[in-house]
């Protein structure tokens, strides 16, 4: 008997009518799907989390043009394969008018010299790149490749069409329909796949396989057990590389510098990217530490520079000193707190006016109808500091940073209590 593909294969959609979520982008009337129905897509970076369709989506868009399609894997392909497609794409383009479209899964794993290559097929439009990845393309992506695409954000699936998907599955799939597959929460299911609709499918497949179900409907106890006793099902599929780099900044953000130094160890083994490392200790000493110790980011920020010149084996000694000193550090995530909080204040309220005292003042004209006037310079009182609105008015006195309660911050505290007395409620 043949092999079946994957749930996830089976079901992959085939064109947009079926495909599931970022309706931002391929929507009705959506931005990219425009360009798709008119036939004018230009080059483009698919940036987002894993499974949310960014391979599926490469797939309908050649479908839908009738373009030839290659696909390439920046995991195992060189400089090489890039030739060879490139030559491929030549002979389609002197025997038709079609313009192929070349795939790049992981697009972030390539070189300098591998996007280098590249270049000259995007820009003469040879070719219609898609480059999909998981990391911000505006580190991986080399700036001269990326000027020359259009970058789409993918967004994480909702729990809706998540939801969606799973029901769909039971009642379209040629073998799924023909289990007794009863459904009874969905908590452990979403919970588990954490919005990757692959991972999603991969464990409805585990859970249908599982004789249990013949008996008992699919509860959130029953899908945590039978995923208990088939974790390493998951590891084959390369999920687990984002349930390791997540236990990695839990360990860290716990302050356990034994269990970050243990994770590190496993990405170390499994041959991540020392700088993908580095990257996410970057983030984490401003958002998990921030001003409890600010020498952290400096420290993260030189660990980054380091491993880039490095590489491995020699970067995982400085990855280790930074990763066991930030797990060792007093935490903070206020400076994290008090961006998303002043985000939440703009959106609700809108463009305030910059206050006069605080505009700039150029012309005379701006300096007549009041710019700039009443401004106080705080170089010019005592400590460098004079009590005067910085706010709009209409927000005026709104705390958005509350000091974290450590030593360093404390003092900060008393530092704001002092000057600003009781307007801000330090």
Sequence with gaps: ????????????????????????IVGPNAVLRNAIENSNIPSMILW????????TLANIIAE????????????????KDIRDVISKAKAIRQAQTEQPILFIDEIHRFSKSQQDSLLGAVESGLVTLIGATTENPSFEVISALLSRCQVYILKSIDERDLIHLIDSAIKKDEILKNKSLQ???????????????????????????????ESSPVDNALVL??????????????????????????????????????WLARMIEGGEDPKFIARRLLILASEDIGNANPNALLLANNCFQAVSVIGWPESRIILSQTVTYLASSDKS????????KAQALVRQTGDLPVPLHLRNAPTKLMKDIGYGKDYQYSHAYEGNFVQQEFMPEKVS????????????????????RNNWKDKYGY
């Design 1 to 24: 008997m043949a092999t079946l593909p994957p749930l996830a294969e089976r079901l992959r959609p085939k064109s947009l009518d079926e495909y599931i979520g970022q309706t931002h």
């Design 48 to 55: 987002g989390p894993p499974g949310v369709g960014k391979t």
């Design 64 to 79: 839908t043009l009738g373009r030839p399609f290659f696909n390439l894997s920046a995991i195992n392909a060189g400089v």
């Design 183 to 213: 459904i009874t929460e969905y908590d452990a299911l979403l919970r588990i796949s954490g919005g990757d609709a692959r991972k999603l499918l991969n464990l409805l497949e585990l859970v249908s396989n599982a004789k249990e179900i």
């Design 225 to 262: 057990k039978l995923v208990q006793q088939n974790l390493a099902f998951y590891d084959k599929s390369g999920e687990q590389h984002y349930d390791i780099i997540s236990a990695f900044i839990k360990s860290i953000r716990g302050s356990d510098p034994n269990a970050a130094v243990y």
């Design 333 to 340: 995530n206020a400076s994290y707190e008090a961006i998303n």
């Design 397 to 416: 006195s709104t705390k958005l940073y509350e000091p974290g309660n450590n030593s360093a911050e404390n003092r900060l505290r008393e530092k704001l």
